[in-house]
């Protein structure tokens, strides 16, 4: 497999490789072309008299060194029509280019990525020269002056066919910036909805390593109309950027911050130490071996990462798969970027010239599915532990209303043992009558029905949640809840005021409505619990009615809701009691939208306010 896309990558090079020197008008004729390389700085008329290798037919990589190379090309032309030499080595510093005819220097032409634009002869991102029309031989001598990369092809003709030849070039880089714009907007976006920091850091990351990537191949210089040392400059923020975006994304996606604390502190020590090295190796020549530092840095930060990812799907996390596949296949566009146009013979080509554009569009695609499954996994890990708190809560509310069956029950069974007890002790002494008898067995059935009241009542409160709706008295049914609480309430020294004026009918969902209800009261006696303790307790509800809707308002003298906004009380995992699982409310708010309601809270001066707004 690894052969096939071995000869696969050759066959679509060698398909879009370009030609060392394209002559792209029948006007003009290359009688030859070489090339010179030299570390001394000599003169142009010193370079002719060097021995110049001939130009391979397809472009190659001149290598990633310290040296002066010297281009030579012999020109005729056979028309009057401006024609221009045009170089594709995007990032050289500058090029000098001295032109002769008959043995007589002629002029003298400066143009590259270093100079500003207004300085340039001819306004281009590439470096653009005007060529001589003679129909003898002219000789032109290109000098570069390059420390980096260096991706060589030459191309001859007008400016038109200039232009023509670099369309498939632009087209690519305006593709990868759409896309890759397109990306960072989603992201930004999901980030401003979710609050998710890992969608907030790959928005950065990618961000960095787009600006890197235009900076580096030398377009967005000419575009936003800078010199290349501005540019630099511009590149140590991008580069600083996206090592600070990858850093962070990682952090947060892979959660290091709860499961690998280590690797997180040693991951932040490899970004500072690239950052501080990121801006001397643009000076190398200066500070001795200053580029070579910083190469070994990036590489040991980015493999770093790799292995982190590594470790963590290991570990069973699932999207560091994804994380592993983005990160390792980008770097390997990347770093193939630089070792193959690292005089290593592999055609110079729009495969090759724009593998950091794919390393691009590869990170932003897996990265975006690592994200997704990411999502996915956190809404199934939010699910249980929804799942989990509602039991918990559920639990909660079985022991509150567990005590309160135990408070009411006590005392109709002792007055049921009372009542047996003493027929019992009539019957021994044959003082009983029946008229006694039936009033016993009259009493004992009243404290039976009670009870079974009771049980009724805490029925409603495990019975499966439907949809139906029934009509049923408002009033009589906060009665009867506050009655069910009351002796627990008592217990508390907590007092619910409640004065139903008339009867009031509503249609709704009576199970569902009660829990919202329950939910209410209990969270307001911890409240009065916790916060209230030398005051008198008091919970108050009323209910009021309009042409179309009931309002049922609670509120309580507990010192009120202390989180800020307050319309947070109503999310899951959110509480305002020490201890509260978050859930109580959250739920109460869900139930009130079902049954087509609003519910609200504000505080009060002495306490807080909820307030429910139900259809008739």
């Known amino acids: 497999m690894k052969s096939v896309f071995l000869l696969l990558f050759v066959f679509i090079n060698l398909l879009f490789g370009f030609d060392s020197v394209e002559i792209l008008n029948p006007h003009i004729i290359v009688h030859q072309s070489g090339y010179f390389k030299t570390n001394k700085n000599i003169t142009p008329e010193s370079a002719l008299k060097q021995q110049f290798i001939p130009l391979s037919k397809k472009a190659v990589s001149f290598g990633f060194d310290h040296d002066t190379y ?55 991102f590439s470096s ?127 959660n290091l911050h709860d499961k690998h604390k280590r690797l997180k502190n040693i991951f932040i020590i490899l970004l500072i130490i690239n950052n501080i090295l990121t801006p001397f190796h643009i000076f190398t020549g200066i500070i001795p071996y200053s580029q070579s530092l910083w190469l070994l840095s990036i590489q040991i930060f980015q493999f770093f990462a790799i292995f982190i990812g590594i470790k963590r799907y290991r570990e069973g996390f699932k999207p560091a798969l994804y994380y592993l596949i983005a990160t390792g296949g980008g770097i390997a566009f990347s770093f193939g970027f630089v070792i193959l146009t690292k005089n290593s013979g592999v055609y110079y080509s729009l495969t090759t010239l724009n593998l950091p554009n794919i390393a691009l569009l590869w990170d932003l695609i897996f990265f975006s599915l690592a994200l997704a499954y990411r999502i996915k996994l956190l809404k199934e890990e939010n699910a249980k532990n929804e799942q989990l708190a509602i039991m918990k809560s559920r639990q909660k509310v079985i022991g509150e209303l567990t005590g309160n069956i135990a408070h009411q029950w006590r005392q109709p069974l002792n007055s049921l043992g009372a009542i047996i007890a003493n027929v019992e002790g009539k019957i021994k002494y044959s003082h009983l009558s029946d008229e006694e008898l039936i009033e016993s067995c009259r009493l004992s059935t009243s404290v039976l029905q009670h009870l079974s009241g009771t049980i009724d009542t805490l029925q409603d409160f495990f019975v499966d949640q439907t949809d139906e709706k029934e009509n049923f008295d408002l009033n009589d049914h906060l009665v009867s809840l506050i009655h069910f609480l009351k002796d627990s309430m008592a217990h508390q020294n907590i007092t619910i005021n409640f004065t139903p004026q008339n009867t009031l009918f509503i249609h709704s969902n009576k199970n569902l409505f009660s829990q919202v209800i329950m939910n209410i009261l209990l969270n307001a006696k911890d409240i009065l619990i916790e916060n209230n303790q030398e005051k008198k307790k008091i919970i108050t509800l009323s209910t009021t009615i309009t042409d179309s809707e009931v309002i049922i308002t609670i509120e309580d003298n507990g010192g009120g809701i202390k989180i800020d906004p307050i319309e947070k009380i109503f999310e899951l995992f959110i509480s305002g009691k020490t201890g509260g699982l978050g859930i109580g409310l959250y ?12 519910i609200s809270a504000f505080n009060t001066k002495n306490g807080a306010n909820f307030t429910i707004v139900l259809p008739m």
């Open 70 to 124: 010297w281009f030579l090309f012999e020109v005729s032309t056979t028309s009057n029509e401006q024609f221009f030499l045009d170089s594709k080595d995007i990032l050289g510093n500058y090029q000098d280019l001295y032109v002769y005819h008959n043995g007589k220097f002629l002029r003298h032409d400066k143009n590259g990525f270093y100079l500003p634009l207004e300085d340039k002869m001819i306004k281009t």
């Open 587 to 598: 739920m109460s708010k869900n139930i009130v939208e079902k049954l087509g309601g609003e």
């Open 128 to 254: 653009r020269f005007t060529l001589e029309t003679h129909s003898s031989n002219t000789l032109y001598l290109l000098k570069i002056n390059n420390t980096y990369v260096r991706l060589i092809s030459f191309a001859f003709g007008s400016e038109k066919e200039i232009e023509k030849s670099w369309n498939t070039l632009l087209m690519i880089l305006v593709s990868t910036t759409a896309i890759a714009l397109s990306f960072f907007i989603y992201n930004l976006l999901l980030f401003i909805f979710t609050k998710d920091k890992s969608f907030l850091y790959y928005f950065v990351y990618m961000l960095g390593f787009l600006t890197v990537n235009q900076l580096s191949l030398g377009y967005l210089p000419f575009i936003i109309g800078i010199d290349g040392k501005t540019t630099m400059t511009f590149w140590i923020y991008a580069m600083i950027t996206y090592t600070f975006g990858l850093t962070f994304f990682t952090i947060h996606f892979l």
